[in-house]
């Protein structure tokens, strides 16, 4: 069974950064996506960024340029740096993975963290 455990939430002033980070067990894949996606309330969940097993990426476009997504495939474990955050940026942020699908749609995924809070404020 896949686990997701996610850390480095926090809050922090407008301009600032964070670093989330992902840790996954419980799969051997050479092959898999990974994700950040995130949920503010009376929102739905949407899509922030995706990595492939090998590196492809992608982003929301709301995020481009702010966030970094990237992996470390010998630890398990996945990264989003966030830097120039935006209070629209405060949400829960989830970590997820699939083994066949990617991309930022919340169905392509079947594994889920319970999520990191980030908060940003003015």
């Known amino acids: 069974q896949v686990q997701l455990v996610e850390s480095g939430g926090g809050s922090v002033q407008a301009g600032g950064s964070l670093r989330l980070s992902c840790a996954a067990s419980?799969?051997?894949?050479?092959?898999?996506?990974m994700g950040w996606f995130r949920q503010a309330p009376g929102k739905e969940r949407e899509g922030v960024a995706s990595?492939?097993?090998?590196?492809?990426?992608r982003y929301a476009e709301s995020v481009k340029g702010r966030f970094t997504i990237s992996q470390d495939n010998a630890k398990n474990t996945l990264w989003l740096q966030m830097n120039s955050l935006k209070p629209e940026d405060s949400a829960m942020y989830y970590c997820?993975?699939?083994?066949?699908?990617?991309?930022?749609?919340?169905?392509?995924?079947?594994?889920w963290g319970q999520g990191t809070q980030v908060t940003v404020s003015y």
């Open positions: 990595i492939f097993s090998d590196g492809r990426t």
């Open positions: 997820a993975a699939d083994l066949y699908r990617c991309g930022l749609f919340v169905g392509n995924f079947r594994f």
């Open positions: 419980g799969y051997t894949y050479s092959t898999y996506c």
